[in-house]
């Protein structure tokens, strides 16, 4: 599985980004996929992800700001973030999750896209 993450860049607070991530490959084995961040000095953190195209789930900091999406067709997922603060600034990494007999199999990741979040 390949994951192309695009998207980012800098906007001011309050400010909107959407980023995509296509995947490509062994596609079908793919239960869940999601978007991360790490912002300097963190440690990687899960902010939204999609199991099965239907479920979401957020972190509670980006609930009612950040939403994450899929289209099929196309492969992709998006992360539409809204209301953006500088504590949003990091960078963002697509993760997508293979899921066998209710256990995590491989995880794939994307190249990491910058968003920087000016106050």
């Known amino acids: 599985v390949q994951l192309q993450a695009s998207g980012g860049g800098l906007v001011q607070t309050g400010g909107s980004l959407r980023l995509s991530c296509a995947a490509s490959?062994?596609?079908?084995?793919?239960?869940?996929m999601g978007w991360y961040r790490q912002a300097p000095g963190k440690q990687r953190e899960l902010v939204a992800a999609?199991?099965?195209?239907?479920?979401?789930n957020y972190a509670d900091s980006v609930k009612g700001r950040f939403t994450i999406s899929g289209d099929n067709a196309k492969n992709t997922v998006y992360l539409q973030m809204n209301s953006l603060k500088p504590a949003d600034t990091a960078v963002y990494y697509c993760?997508?999750?293979?899921?066998?007999?209710?256990?995590?199999?491989?995880?794939?990741w994307g190249q990491g896209t910058l968003v920087t979040v000016s106050s």
């Open positions: 999609i199991t099965s195209g239907i479920s979401t």
């Open positions: 490959g062994s596609i079908v084995s793919i239960t869940v």
């Open positions: 993760n997508a999750r293979t899921v066998v007999d209710g256990a995590v199999g491989d995880d794939y």
